[in-house]
C-alpha cells in the first residue's frame, strides 16, 4: 500500500520557524514529483512548492519556504522560516506522476501549522 506520512506540524509565533518531513513507501519515490499543499479554512487547497529535479514555489511563500527530497531515504521537507498568521493551514504531502495511459496520486493525512501574531 501506498503511504505518506507527515510530520512537524505545530504551533509557532509569527517570525518562527518550522520543519515539515513526509515519509514515502510502496511507491518507486524517485519517478514521482512530491509536493506540498495546504488548505486553510474556508479556503481552497493551494500548492505550496514541488520539486522533481528543480523546484517551485507558490509566490507567497518564496523566499521563506525551501522544499527537498531524498530519494535514498523516501522522504521530503518543507523548511519554513519566517511564518507569517496567513501560513496557517493543514499542510498534505502529495506525490503524483503521469503514466502512458493513467495519472497518479496519493496524499497525506496533512498536519496542522498554527501561526499565532
Known amino acids: 500500500q501506498v503511504r505518506l506520512v507527515e510530520s512537524g506540524g505545530g504551533l509557532v509565533q509569527a517570525g518562527e520557524s518550522l520543519r515539515l518531513s513526509c515519509a514515502a513507501s510502496?511507491?518507486?519515490?524517485?519517478?514521482?514529483?512530491m509536493n506540498w499543499y495546504r488548505q486553510a479554512p474556508g479556503k481552497e487547497r493551494e500548492l505550496v512548492a514541488g520539486?522533481?529535479?528543480?523546484?517551485n514555489y507558490a509566490d507567497s511563500v518564496k523566499g521563506r519556504f525551501t522544499i527537498s527530497r531524498d530519494n535514498a531515504k523516501n522522504t521530503v521537507s518543507l523548511q519554513m522560516n519566517n511564518l507569517k498568521p496567513e501560513d496557517t493551514a493543514v499542510y498534505y504531502c502529495?506525490?503524483?506522476?503521469?503514466?502512458?495511459?493513467?495519472?497518479?496520486?496519493?496524499w497525506g493525512q496533512g498536519t496542522q501549522v498554527t501561526v499565532s501574531s
Open positions: 502529495n506525490a503524483a506522476k503521469k503514466g502512458i495511459m493513467l495519472q497518479y496520486t496519493y
Open positions: 520539486i522533481t529535479s528543480t523546484t
Open positions: 510502496g511507491l518507486m519515490f524517485s519517478t514521482y514529483a
